[in-house]
């Protein structure tokens, strides 16, 4: 199974990005996808996650809620991170990631496969 994550770019404050997470080998069905990201010098932090596998409610950080969400699309195997109202505090590279087994936590180590970052950079 691999993660392939796109979607990245440059926007002004208060713009848009949607980034996408194609999910290639396997069906999406299996797995809730986690959005992670680490702006320069910082930890990866969470993002959002979606459990739609688990049939739970998705998951913010505080940092976004309200302005993110997550969702999926089934016919195309991928996963999507609509960012709305950016702000520059948002720039950082954006990660996506993936597990199968029974969801505990939003932490980095809940997930085992992931995909390469895509950079969002967000201007004042």
């Known amino acids: 199974v691999q993660l392939q994550a796109s979607g990245g770019g440059l926007v002004q404050a208060g713009g848009s990005l949607r980034l996408a997470c194609l999910v290639s080998?396997?069906?999406?069905?299996?797995?809730?996808i986690g959005w992670f990201r680490q702006a320069p010098g910082k930890d990866r932090e969470f993002v959002g996650v979606?459990?739609?596998?688990?049939?739970?409610?998705?998951e913010y950080a505080d940092s976004v809620k309200g302005r993110f969400s997550v969702f999926r699309d089934r016919g195309k195997n991928t996963a999507y991170l609509q960012m709305d109202n950016l702000k520059p505090e948002d720039t950082a590279t954006y990660y996506c990631?993936?597990?199968?087994?029974?969801?505990?936590?939003?932490?980095?180590?809940?997930?085992?496969?992931w995909g390469q970052g895509t950079r969002v950079t967000v201007s004042s």
């Open positions: 979606d459990t739609w596998t688990f049939n739970r409610n998705p």
């Open positions: 080998g396997w069906s999406i069905d299996s797995y809730y």
């Open positions: 990631a993936a597990d199968s087994n029974e969801y505990r936590a939003n932490e980095l180590k809940q997930f085992t496969l």
